[in-house]
């Protein structure tokens, strides 16, 4: 079983920055991708960013050139730095591991744009 723990969200203006951070904990023997999806009040779910265990990275056309997903394989965390950050970026942002080919999510974090 693995847990994840997310942090980082909270209140911005736009054209601030926020760092979002997921730690793994539990019976961690190895992590395939991480990514982030995110969910706007009345929305679907949707993908932000994908890091690989190779550490190729994918984005949604929405987020690319201002978001940066990392991940530090030691730490078992990954990160989602967002710049430029716009108002229709308001969501609960909530990261996701794929480990032994199980999906494991966290339990979300509030980020909140203002204008």
């Known amino acids: 079983q693995v847990q994840l723990v997310e942090s980082g969200g909270g209140l911005v203006q736009a054209g601030g920055s926020l760092r979002l951070s997921c730690a793994a904990s539990g019976n961690i023997f190895s992590i395939n991708a991480m990514g982030w999806y995110r969910q706007a009040p009345g929305k679907q779910r949707e993908w932000v960013a994908t890091i690989t265990s190779g550490g190729s990275t994918y984005y949604a056309d929405s987020v690319k050139g201002r978001f940066t997903i990392s991940r530090d394989n030691a730490k078992n965390t990954e990160y989602l730095q967002m710049n430029s950050l716009k108002p229709e970026d308001t969501a609960v942002y909530s990261c996701?591991?794929?480990?032994?080919?199980?999906?494991?999510w966290g339990q979300g974090t509030q980020v909140t744009v203002s204008s």
């Open positions: 996701n591991v794929n480990h032994l080919g199980q999906n494991y």
